[in-house]
């Protein structure tokens, strides 16, 4: 069981924002391997269609089983939203989805059950996150929007910048109007615009990082399986992308908030 222990955590995302999602587990696991796959050469995934993104999510994962992982982390969204089941049935090991966790944690913390959601068109059009919220309480509100422009602001570093707040402002109006008291991150990459968002919805609305409630769904499994990995030793942090790992390590560092080493490129599927 300890050499079980001590593989790896497989995360993987379409591109660089899973690693908000890495960032929350080295937080909450500092003694956790991690092997990262971000798919680079073909995001975004947000703008695909389901079937395609199904087949992306078959190849991502088959990458992360070859590197002989414990357990998988769907760091993606539109993965999450519409092919976990595909991971799922690959995987043939416990699997973490971003939604779930997110739309529990929304539900914990709305206080007026007036819960709003942001993503990217695919995760949004898939109304993934408003079945989970109303698996959970039916009686929540939910109210979505797409932000489709906050994936390059994020990446090109602006959430400081006046065009982000005056964008961020834009998407949001139409949630303040529906008086939410919460609002779901629904995309690895919007916790690197936080502030911008949290102008653009005021004080009063409790914003939530799917990608931090993953992390404590993640130690749930790793405890119910007796997964945790017992060693004080450093932990083995890999990256992998399907192209340009320079931009990759560049961009991936903001998000991660750390230096992040050697990135290599793997290629998957038709890439």
């Known amino acids: 069981m300890s050499g079980l222990r001590q593989k790896p955590i497989g995360v993987f995302d379409s591109g660089i924002g899973g690693l908000t999602v890495v960032r929350a587990l080295t937080q909450s696991f500092p003694h956790e391997n991690i092997v990262y796959f971000g798919d680079t050469a073909r995001v975004p995934y947000g703008s695909k269609s389901p079937q395609v993104v199904r087949e992306y999510a078959a190849q991502d994962i088959d990458f992360l089983l070859g590197n002989d992982v414990k357990m998988v982390v769907v760091a993606c969204n539109t993965v999450s939203a519409v092919a976990l089941d595909v991971v799922q049935k690959r995987a043939h090991m416990p699997v973490v989805g971003v939604i779930v966790p997110g739309a529990a944690a929304a539900v914990a913390a709305t206080r007026k059950k007036r819960i709003g959601i942001i993503g990217t068109r695919a995760t949004v059009n898939s109304k993934a996150y408003a079945h989970a919220v109303r698996q959970i309480a039916s009686d929540v509100q ?33 949630l303040t109007l529906e008086k939410i008291d919460t609002l779901i991150l629904g995309c690895t990459h919007y916790p690197v615009l936080r502030r911008a968002i949290a102008a653009a919805t005021g004080a009063g609305v409790t914003l939530i990082d799917s990608g931090a409630a993953t992390a404590a769904d993640v130690g749930q499994v790793l405890d119910a399986h007796d997964l945790r990995n017992q060693s004080a030793q450093k932990p083995d942090l890999r990256f992998f992308v399907s192209d340009i790992p320079a931009k990759f390590t560049e961009v991936g560092e903001r998000f991660l908030g750390q230096r992040m080493g050697l990135v290599r490129r ?5 890439t």
């Open 266 to 270: 793997a290629p998957v599927g038709g």
């Open 142 to 174: 939910v109210f979505s929007q797409a932000c489709p422009l906050f994936v390059s602001l994020a990446e090109e570093g602006w959430n400081d910048h006046q065009a982000t707040d005056l964008i961020a402002r834009e998407y949001l109006f139409p």
